[in-house]
């Protein structure tokens, strides 16, 4: 049986990563971990979890509650160097330029 350590090891995001997945999205962290997994993989998948971040920073926010908002603030700016297909000014320089045709 896998554990949610062994799903974080395989799904190439952090814990607080997933948990903002979990999070936003009212699941349970190993259904996170999946998702997370999956959309890593996915062309447009690290912005998805870019904007999940950023809104849960929104939501922390409206409540009030300073804290959480400025940890999600600081693992979004890790993210973002982690994972530099989620910003669109990276993108650009990291596609593989196309082959001509003869």
């Known amino acids: 049986m896998l554990t949610l350590e062994d799903c974080l090891a395989l799904c190439g995001l952090s814990e607080d990563e997933v948990l903002a997945i979990a999070e936003h999205e ?36 409206a409540r009030g509650d300073r804290d959480h908002a400025l940890a999600l603030k600081l693992m979004l700016r890790n993210f973002v160097r982690d994972h530099p297909r989620c910003e669109e000014r990276h993108r650009d320089a990291l596609r593989t330029p196309e082959r001509r045709r003869a």
Do not use: C
């Not at 962290?29 to 971040?53: F, P, S």
């Open 26 to 61: 009212h699941i349970p962290e190993i259904a996170a971990a999946e998702l997370g997994n999956y959309l890593v993989q996915t062309a447009d998948g690290e912005l998805r979890i870019k904007a999940m971040i950023r809104d849960d920073v929104a939501a922390a926010a």
